[in-house]
């Protein structure tokens, strides 16, 4: 028992941690990168108590995180209360249609964040107001806590599950709940550990290549998350699944450690199908290719201001 537990809350908790790292990556990158220009900002036009009201607004986001949080473990247990009523939905099929619509949404959530930090790394460079880029930093920390909200609702439920499933058997007590709180702390431990080295290595990238590189990383997983709802429609013939067009199992299996973390952070399917394949393409190629637009018009708008002032 103990091993299994390990080894379930690995594979249904490892992505909460996965994401709350890529989250924070994501906003030491920015801090990275944002703080020279800060500081000569609020040198020009706040002075000292500019820095402490930055410092301040910098702590808020970690506030609400741990308000989500416990948000978010109420919402577990109220549908891992009713999963059974949902199970029944549409024919039987109503888990797997549920949850599809909530990996969709952790995937669109995804996309808007990285189309906004596009559009607050353009008004960086083109100098815009400290009120504009606040507006747009406090549209991002709404997104990715509603991001956070939504990978710990998916994920925490179906663990939440494993563990009601594991009270109904006929198991000793002291056993069962030794077994459960044992493996919860052995894995949780692993998944700390792996998300403090993803989230400095993040960092590390950030430094060489630029805190975008962050964001491309969190679009990545969400087309994880996106892929792991497709998967869900075919296991009920929502979807008709292909015959797999490669298998890369020889060189990394899906089932192995390394696999299961591939699969974590962007998705790694050893056996795509054409729809997948189709869907995993689509879903990469739109949001970078929406942010050049975004991209090309802010600097031709940049440019046309330019030319009549």
């Not at 080894?7 to 996965?18: A, R, W």
């Not at 986001?61 to 247990?77: A, D, H, R, S």
Request: one cysteine or more.
């Amino acid at each position: 028992m103990l091993i299994n537990t390990v080894l379930v809350f690995l594979q249904n908790i490892l992505p909460i941690f996965v994401v709350i790292s890529l989250l924070f990556a994501q906003q030491g990158a920015k801090g990275q990168f944002s703080a020279q220009k800060t500081v000569q900002a609020s040198n020009l036009l706040r002075g000292h108590q500019s820095n402490q009201d930055n410092s301040i607004t910098a702590d808020l986001p970690l506030i609400y995180m741990l308000k989500t949080i416990g948000f978010g473990f109420i919402i577990v247990l109220l549908l891992s209360y009713f999963m059974a009523e949902l199970s029944q939905l549409f024919l039987g099929k109503g888990l797997e249609i549920f949850y599809s619509i909530l990996f969709s949404l952790i995937y669109g959530c995804i996309v808007v964040s990285f189309l906004c930090t596009t559009e607050a790394s353009q008004e960086q460079k083109q100098d815009k107001t400290l009120l504009d880029q606040q507006t747009l930093t406090q549209k991002k920390q709404i997104v990715s806590l509603v991001i956070l909200l939504l990978v710990l609702c998916v994920h925490g439920s179906y663990f939440s599950l494993y563990v009601m499933s594991l009270t109904i058997q006929n198991t000793e007590i002291d056993t069962l709940y030794s077994g459960i709180v044992v493996g919860v702390i052995i894995g949780t431990g692993i998944c700390l550990s792996i998300a403090i080295l993803l989230y400095f290595i993040l960092v590390t990238l950030a430094k060489k290549t630029g805190r975008k590189i962050v964001s491309y990383f969190l679009l990545l997983f969400g087309v994880g998350q996106l892929i792991q709802g497709l998967q869900l429609l075919e296991q009920v013939d929502i979807i008709s699944s292909n015959v797999p067009l490669w298998s890369t199992n020889y060189l990394i299996a899906e089932n192995s450690e390394l696999g299961y973390f591939l699969t974590i952070l962007f998705g790694y399917e050893a056996t795509p199908s054409v729809m997948e394949l189709l869907v995993y393409l689509s879903a990469i190629i739109v949001p970078i290719f929406v942010a050049k637009i975004i991209v090309y018009k802010q600097n031709t708008t940049a440019s046309s201001m330019k030319g009549t002032s």
